[in-house]
């Protein structure tokens, strides 16, 4: 189901590319491995784990990939989602994934070790205690799950943005994307409808632009 899915994305229909699908696998295991103790994701087996979560993360791949992309950081990352997922598809992009639970940040840092993704660091670590004289400024900003945007959340993302930068917002419905985002932002902002392989519910992506 993995490789169809990446299929139907776009991704890794090179043979060349078996590597990166094993680094994804050996990430599932991970999440399998540990879910029980750490409660990372919500899934009943493999398939769902794979569909909801890996998939869904790698689904706006090809739109990430026309912005600026130099520096990412996941905010809220959890068990590493979306930020694992895109950085073993997006090499060539620097990494951050900042997560403030220390829990799941040694999930993380357990999950780094195994992988050994060179593109990718933890910061442990709230948002809005992020030091930018320590990290950078980014020019990309992803989350999941993360929060519902609301205008205090927005100003602390934009203090971590590179000037002309993105926030990439995974949703779900249309609807409840134009009540949130009409409360939370003037900035100019776009939505992109997502299709997920195997998921019939309905995903977005909203890109705020600096």
């Given at each position: 189901?993995?490789?169809?899915?990446?299929?139907?994305?776009?991704?890794?229909?090179?043979?060349?590319?078996?590597?990166?699908?094993?680094?994804?696998?050996?990430y599932i295991e991970e999440i399998e491995l540990f879910n029980q103790a750490?409660?990372?994701?919500?899934?009943?087996?493999?398939?769902?784990?794979?569909?909801?979560?890996?998939?869904?993360?790698?689904?706006?791949?090809s739109i990430l990939h026309g912005l600026p992309n130099k520096k990412i950081?996941?905010?809220?990352?959890?068990?590493?989602?979306?930020?694992?997922?895109?950085?073993?598809?997006?090499?060539?992009?620097?990494?951050?994934?900042?997560?403030?639970?220390?829990?799941?940040?040694?999930?993380?840092?357990?999950?780094?070790?195994?992988?050994?993704?060179?593109?990718?660091?933890?910061?442990?670590?709230?948002?809005?205690?992020?030091?930018?004289?320590?990290?950078?400024?980014?020019?990309?900003?992803?989350?999941?799950?993360?929060?519902?945007?609301?205008?205090?959340?927005?100003?602390?993302?934009?203090?971590?943005?590179?000037?002309?930068?993105?926030?990439?917002?995974?949703?779900?419905?249309?609807?409840?994307?134009?009540?949130?985002?009409?409360?939370?932002?003037?900035?100019?902002?776009?939505?992109?409808?997502?299709?997920?392989?195997?998921?019939?519910?309905?995903?977005?992506?909203?890109?705020?632009?600096?």
């Amino acid at each position: 189901m993995l490789e169809e899915g990446l299929n139907k994305l776009g991704l890794f229909q090179d043979h060349t590319n078996a590597l990166l699908i094993k680094l994804l696998i050996k990430y599932i295991e991970e999440i399998e491995l540990f879910n029980q103790a750490y409660g990372l994701v919500k899934v009943r087996d493999r398939k769902e784990l794979i569909v909801k979560h890996i998939l869904d993360s790698l689904a706006p791949v090809s739109i990430l990939h026309g912005l600026p992309n130099k520096k990412i950081a996941d905010i809220g990352s959890g068990a590493g989602l979306p930020g694992i997922p895109l950085a073993i598809c997006m090499p060539d992009s620097q990494f951050t994934l900042v997560e403030r639970m220390g829990r799941r940040a040694g999930f993380l840092r357990n999950a780094l070790a195994v992988l050994g993704l060179s593109n990718v660091i933890l910061e442990e670590a709230e948002m809005e205690k992020l030091s930018v004289s320590k990290t950078g400024r980014f020019d990309l900003i992803v989350f999941r799950a993360f929060k519902p945007l609301n205008g205090g959340i927005i100003k602390e993302l934009l203090r971590l943005l590179e000037p002309g930068g993105s926030i990439a917002a995974y949703k779900g419905r249309r609807q409840s994307i134009d009540e949130e985002m009409s409360l939370a932002v003037t900035l100019p902002w776009e939505v992109f409808p997502l299709d997920v392989p195997f998921l019939e519910e309905e995903r977005h992506l909203v890109l705020i632009k600096e």
